[in-house]
Structures are given as C-alpha cells and as structure tokens.
Nanobody, 118 residues
C-alpha cells in the first residue's frame, strides 16, 4: 500500500496563494492516477483536481483557472498550486492515489488544513 504525506497547508488571506505537496512512498508512483480532494465542515468531500499517469488533468468547475495540479515522478510527488484563493476554498485537503486496476482512489493521505481569511 502506498503511503501519502501532504504538506503546505496554512492560513492565507483571500487572493493569496498556497502550494500543496503530496509525497508518495514506493516505486510505482508514476503508474498512479493522483487526485486532490477537499472537505469543508458540514460538507461532503469533493474532488478538486486530478492528474493521470500520462499527465491529463481534471479540475472541478469551482477551481478552474485558479488551481493547477502537477506531478514530478522523479520525486514521487504531486502538487496543487492554488492561486486567487477564496474563503470558500477553506477545507481540509487530501491527496489520494488510484492504483492500476483499482476503480476508485484507494490510498489517502492524512490531510492538510487550508484556511482562507476574508
């Protein structure tokens, strides 16, 4: 089972930026589809962005044009660059991996808090 460790969360003012990182263990990182999810208090967890093994990306409508997901397979790391942050982006952000042959994201990090003040 791959282990995922997020970092980079914190407190930022509206309009500011943060970059989240997710470091993965193991030697097969390049074969995983990776995603960033978030969960705000009282809300369901939602997929924010994803990146395939080949580098294709997906973004939720709420973050298009503001967030960028990328991966560095040499460093076993996936990133989420978040710009023009809004108070509604406040949530715990989770990194997740979908392994080859698995239909859902089945490996999760512990989460990192992002708080955007108005």
């Amino acid at each position: 089972q791959v282990q995922l460790v997020e970092s980079g969360g914190g407190l930022v003012q509206a309009g500011g930026s943060l970059r989240l990182s997710c470091a993965a263990s193991g030697r097969t990182f390049s074969s995983y589809r990776m995603g960033w999810f978030r969960q705000a208090p009282g809300k369901e967890r939602e997929l924010v962005a994803a990146i395939s093994r080949g580098g294709s990306t997906y973004y939720a409508d709420s973050v298009k044009g503001r967030f960028t997901i990328s991966r560095d397979n040499a460093k076993n790391t996936v990133y989420l660059q978040m710009n023009s942050l809004k108070p509604e982006d406040t949530a715990v952000y989770y990194c997740a991996a979908q392994r080859v042959g698995v239909s859902n994201y089945d490996c999760w990090g512990q989460g990192t808090q992002v708080t955007v003040s108005s």
